[in-house]
């Protein structure tokens, strides 16, 4: 069964960084697109960012020049490396394919960040 497990948030003051992490059980170059998603509070889920096996990146509007998407095949594990954090990034963060599949939701992890 195919399980994304996220960790890594926290609460942090606005400006501060986190790194966030993603395991996937088995192998993370089965799935091709991988991608960061949130959800803040009152809000639909969005799209963060994506990476695919070939090493293509794209980003949120709202997160270009703070957030960096990176993979590491061997250890089958998707981070997300936050800097510069606004109060607005403040939201549950998941993992998932792109496009996503509804089994693969995880619980997310929470992060918040205080002005």
């Known amino acids: 069964q195919v399980r994304f497990v996220e960790s890594g948030g926290g609460l942090v003051q606005s400006g501060g960084s986190l790194r966030l992490s993603c395991a996937v059980s088995?192998?993370?170059?089965?799935?091709?697109?991988m991608g960061w998603y949130r959800q803040a509070p009152g809000k639909q889920r969005e799209l963060v960012a994506v990476?695919?096996?070939?090493?293509?990146?794209n980003y949120a509007d709202s997160v270009k020049g703070r957030f960096t998407i990176a993979r590491d095949n061997a250890k089958n594990t998707l981070y997300l490396q936050m800097n510069s954090l606004k109060p607005e990034d403040t939201a549950v963060y998941y993992c998932?394919?792109?496009?996503?599949?509804?089994?693969?939701w995880g619980q997310g992890t929470q992060v918040t960040v205080s002005s």
């Open positions: 998932n394919t792109h496009p996503t599949q509804d089994d693969y």
């Open positions: 088995g192998s993370i170059l089965t799935f091709g697109v």
């Open positions: 990476m695919n096996n070939g090493g293509y990146i």
